[in-house]
């Protein structure tokens, strides 16, 4: 046998192993609370080897792991423990925090509604500075994320013309906002949902901010926040409730973007679209069928852009065609959701985070 034919055989046979690999289906998953707290209510996590960090309704967290598998080791608040909760106050009210992200040394949250306040907390030493302050009466902060260990981005509603951008290249500590006549301008009713943290997605240098309400769309920028673009999505769009409430990307092209409006949980009409030339065009996929509201959708990672999880307050749903079908796996509700690898993941809701597994 010649040595070329021998080489396509070869990787013809590998090409269907690797194609073998991402044909599954998961059908069930285990729900295991690893924090559990009846006054609590998260909507954004992050985690590394260590450490599970999260946002709260009343304070951010800290919660530690074991550093093999990342099982969360069970010590309770207090003094002496490697777990911190920090309540931050304006007014004498606790601040919401809806928003949180991490980098290699520190992690950063940021507070909702007036006035918006963003920290930085060193991992080792847990002791919050106040880095930004904004005062406004529509300021509201939805999302935040980091491109790298220096340069971050958090975003917001309106608050003069055009979508909050907030952007930092010295690690977090000095925060600057972006100009409005450098930002595509907001249509009327435009703003955001600050529902699971998961309004910005970067990849690479490639960034893409996802907005709601009575206008829906996407911000894109190329060159991690210096220009910006904007593109129209076909989702369920015209009222204050509806939109995208999520959006992910599995890489540069491929992406997914899920909503609807939480006041009709139950309702599925153009609520998940799909692109797969950057953020470019979306097309409507799923339409009237399940699931409906999902305030979450995540890819699972190493799967080839095929599998995906949303969740939401009515449950967990799979897909595992690219979006297409969607299988209902849980009723228990979720704000948001996380993953560690292709099998496991980290929810947040009321009164809970959890463990998810997912098995075929």
């Known amino acids: ?14 090409s269907c192993q690797d194609d073998q690999k991402l044909d599954r289906t998961l059908s069930k998953v285990d729900i295991k609370p690893i924090f559990e707290d009846s006054t609590l209510s998260v909507r954004a996590i992050d985690f590394d080897k260590d450490y599970l960090y999260y946002g709260s309704a ?28 920090h309540v931050i106050t304006h007014e004498n009210e606790p601040l919401h925090f809806r ?7 520190n992690y950063f949250a940021i507070s909702i509604a007036n006035p918006a306040k963003l920290y930085k ?5 847990n002791k919050p500075e106040l880095v930004y302050t904004e005062e406004n009466e529509k300021v509201f902060y939805d999302s935040i994320d980091f491109w790298n260990d220096k340069e971050g981005i958090a975003m917001g509603d309106p608050t003069d013309g055009c979508i909050s951008i ?12 972006v100009s409005c006549d450098k930002l595509p301008k907001a249509e009327e009713g435009e703003a955001a949902f600050a529902a ?22 996407v911000l894109f920028s190329s060159d991690k926040g210096n220009t910006w673009k904007v593109y129209d999505t076909p989702i369920v ?56 509201y999902r305030s979450c959708v995540q890819y699972i990672p190493e799967r080839g852009g095929k599998e995906l999880i949303a969740v939401g307050f009515k449950g967990i749903d799979y897909s595992n065609d690219y979006g297409d079908t969607w299988k209902h796996l849980s009723d228990e509700g979720f704000y948001t959701v996380r993953f560690l690898n292709d099998s496991i993941a980290y929810a947040a809701g009321r009164g809970r985070i959890s463990k998810l597994t997912f098995r075929e």
């Not at 800290?62 to 969360?72: E, I, P, S, W």
């Not at 907030?166 to 906002?177: A, E, H, L, S, V």
């Not at 699971?196 to 769309?217: E, F, L, P, Q, Y």
């Open 1 to 14: 046998m010649k040595p070329y034919l021998l080489s396509l055989i070869v990787l013809f046979l590998l």
């Open 58 to 85: 009343d304070h951010i967290g800290k919660r530690a792991f074991k550093k093999k598998g990342l099982r969360v080791v069970g010590i309770k608040m207090g003094a002496g423990s490697i777990d911190f909760k």
């Open 99 to 105: 928003a949180i992200a991490s980098t290699a040394e």
């Open 121 to 125: 907390i060193s991992k080792d030493e």
């Open 166 to 177: 907030i952007i930092t290249r010295d690690g977090g500590d000095t925060w600057q906002k």
């Open 196 to 217: 699971s943290d998961t309004n910005i997605k970067i990849v690479g240098d490639k960034t893409w901010i996802a907005t709601g309400g009575k206008a829906s769309r």
């Open 237 to 292: 769009q015209g009222k204050e409730t509806t939109g995208m409430y999520s959006m992910d990307f599995y890489d540069e092209k491929n992406g997914y973007a899920i909503g609807g409006d939480y006041t009709k949980a139950a309702d599925s009409t153009a609520n998940k679209i799909r692109t797969d030339d950057g953020g470019k065009t979306w097309q409507l996929v799923a339409e009237n069928q399940s699931p409906g």
